[in-house]
């Protein structure tokens, strides 16, 4: 279904290098990574700590400098504009950060902080800015009068509120949400991932969603790009990647996440256990796949080559030399398909509740 809606955003064979010590080749912090984010949908990035999500964020954003590939922003390559062409095409693209103090000065109102994004582009009129300001406060599930008070008079989920909010002021077509749901409360969570999808409907805006939690993503994102060690592992439809993982270290992922039965917890960490410690960064660099150190399916061939990217007839993309028949070989007493975890049963509830509210 998401083929129908145009891309906002492409990111194509992306490789971003830092330098750690003088003389030392380039560390490789994202390696060849495409994805799209077509609008009024939410393309999911997830990995372990380490993996490269901001990185690649960071990159879009135009504050980490590519090595290769490129960045298409409505069909615009971001990587060869100049400053003051990309400063046009910033009110097209916006973030929201895991912390909302970030991006709110607490010396401000709000409606000053709101009304900073559409000064930047230019709009002085303050009868427009009060108008959309009011506007984008009730959107949010805010009082428009809040506009008059400072960010140390709300909770933190109704700072997330005003920072998502100060994020669609200039009517962006893609907002990229990083860890933007991690340090909230898993009911505040729920309210803020129910917001976002409420918010898509009505705006059309596409997101690039990234968390490090499955369920969260199993949530909101229509499609999903698993990323390990900088490189993408699989990529698809959120339903059969979380469901049906074709790559190992997906499965590992959909394992870690939590589960409210304590004896199917306890079977899952023992599965877990299989695929070694759970850290998007450890493995040492070799010419092969990035997982081998952590995976209890690897081959020869898998520490000799690097598995090409593989289209699956469903439409997914896995990066894997054992698939299929890594899958016969699982022995892991959890099942593949069905699992789910206890935060996303509860967000599913929380969405039920909203819902029938
Ligand atoms: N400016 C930098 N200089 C050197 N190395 C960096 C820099 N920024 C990131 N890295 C390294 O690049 C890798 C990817 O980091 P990144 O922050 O993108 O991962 P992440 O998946 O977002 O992790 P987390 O969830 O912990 O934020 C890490 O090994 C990190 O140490």
Redesign the pocket.
């Known amino acids: 279904m998401t083929q129908e809606h145009p891309p906002v955003l492409e990111v194509r064979n992306i490789s971003v290098g830092?330098?750690?010590r003088r003389r030392e080749p380039l560390?490789r912090?994202?390696d060849d990574v495409s994805l799209t984010v077509r609008r009024g949908t939410t393309m999911g990035l997830v990995?372990?700590?380490?993996?490269?999500?901001?990185?690649?964020?960071?990159a879009v954003l135009g504050l980490?400098p590519a090595q290769s590939g490129s960045v298409h922003l409505l069909g615009q390559d971001t990587t060869r504009l100049s400053p003051s062409e990309r400063r046009k095409l910033g009110s097209s693209l916006q973030a929201v950060f895991q912390d909302p103090n970030n991006s709110l000065n607490p010396s401000y109102t709000v409606g000053r902080s709101l009304a900073e994004p559409m000064k930047a582009q230019g709009i002085r009129s303050q009868q427009t800015i009060a108008r959309r300001t009011a506007k984008l406060l009730e959107d949010v599930g805010l009082d428009p009068a809040s506009a008059a008070k400072y960010p140390r008079d709300f909770s933190g989920g109704q700072r997330q509120r005003i920072s998502i909010a100060r994020a669609l002021m200039t009517e962006p077509q893609l907002v990229i949400c990083?860890?933007s749901v991690s340090a909230l409360d898993l009911s505040v969570k729920a309210q803020i991932l129910n917001l976002l999808a409420d918010l898509q409907d009505g705006h059309g805006v596409g997101y690039l969603f990234?968390s490090?939690d499955m369920s969260v993503v199993r949530h909101i994102c229509h499609d999903v790009t698993v990323?390990y060690r900088?490189q993408v592992m699989e990529a698809g439809p959120t339903r059969l990647v979380t469901h049906e993982p074709a790559h190992p270290y997906t499965r590992a992922l959909v394992l870690a996440a939590p589960v409210a039965n304590p004896q199917a917890q306890q079977r899952r960490r023992a599965a877990t256990a299989a695929y070694g410690r759970m850290s998007?960064?450890t493995a040492e660099a070799s010419s092969g796949c990035p997982f081998v150190p952590r995976c209890p399916f690897a081959t020869d061939q898998c520490r000799r080559e690097r598995p090409e990217p593989q289209t699956l007839t469903d439409g997914r993309v896995v990066a894997c030399h054992r698939y299929p028949e890594w899958r016969q070989e699982d022995r892991a007493d959890a099942p593949l398909s069905g699992v789910t975890s206890g935060d996303a049963d509860e967000l599913d509830n929380q969405r039920l509740k909203s819902e029938t509210a």
């Open positions: 830092f330098g750690r560390f912090a994202l990995g372990e700590s380490g993996s490269g999500k901001s990185t690649l964020a960071k980490v990083d860890e990234i490090h990323l900088g998007g960064a």
